[in-house]
T-cell receptor
Framework: DAGVTQSPTHLIKTRGQHVTLRCSPI?????VSWYQQVLGQGPQFIFQ???????GRGNFPDRFSARQFPNYSSELNVNALLLGDSALYLC??????????????FGQGTRLTVV | AQKVTQAQTEISVVEKEDVTLDCVYE???????LFWYKQPPSGELVFLIR??????QNEISGRYSWNFQKSTSSFNFTITASQVVDSAVYFC?????????????FGSGTKLNVKP
């Protein structure tokens, strides 16, 4: 079975542009979470979606948005890119929305560079 | 608020040495989960272990072992007889025990360099 797949793997954008990152969860998983990992730091929580509904949002500006589709894949959108948005964006998939009896599996991430 | 601290930024050892990665956490919850993930250069976070806050038994899996001490809010990770393939960044993480929400609080990571 395929793991969590993210696309693209690398991306270079210019300040002020918009970017869309995509994630396909493990087959059968209905929850997708997004994390931002700036170089040298641990991942920071951005969003969680379950059954197409937002379940949680981290401390990120409104320039960041996401959605989940009927097939449970997800998109993360970032508008008006800043240099500080350069990071590895990780997607995590899990079978249930909570943490009590489920594990989260991470994709390889999309490395975004803003120039 | 939840917080995870990994004070060791980078550790270098020679192959076959034992190495311990430290993790200290803060939470007001009585029920929570602790994790260790490995991040190789490819970027993917590889799950290593999950520990329930009510289970303080130490765990061993091959060359890996984990020491959970609630009294000191620590969840340390030891690699015995390290190998070059163990070189990676290791993250300790904490999550609340929720039915409808899943959020990890990660430490800043410890980069482990194992030299031949």
């Amino acid at each position: 079975d395929a793991g969590v797949t993210q696309s693209p793997t690398h991306l270079i954008k210019t300040r002020g542009q918009h970017v869309t990152l995509r994630c396909s969860p493990i087959s059968g998983h209905k929850s997708v979470s997004w994390y931002q990992q700036v170089l040298g730091q641990g991942p920071q929580f951005i969003f969680q979606y379950y059954e197409k509904e937002e379940r949680g949002r981290g401390n990120f500006p409104d320039r960041f948005s996401a959605r989940q589709f009927p097939n449970y894949s997800s998109e993360l959108n970032v508008n008006a890119l800043l240099l500080g948005d350069s990071a590895l964006y990780l997607c995590a998939s899990s079978s249930a929305p909570g943490t009590k009896n489920t594990e989260a599996f991470f994709g390889q991430g999309t490395r975004l560079t803003v120039v | 608020a939840q917080k995870v601290t990994q004070a060791q930024t980078e550790i270098s050892v020679v192959e076959k040495e034992d190495v311990t990665l430290d993790c200290v956490y803060e939470t007001r919850d009585t029920t929570y989960y602790l994790f260790w993930y490995k991040q190789p250069p490819s970027g993917e976070l590889v799950f290593l272990i999950r520990r329930n806050s009510f289970d303080e038994q130490n765990e061993i899996s091959g060359r890996y072992s984990w020491n959970f001490q609630k009294s000191t809010s620590s969840f340390n990770f030891t690699i015995t007889a390290s190998q070059v393939v163990d070189s990676a960044v290791y993250f300790c993480a904490l999550s609340e025990a929720k039915d409808n929400f899943n959020k990890f609080y990660f430490g800043s990571g410890t980069k482990l360099n194992v030299k031949p």
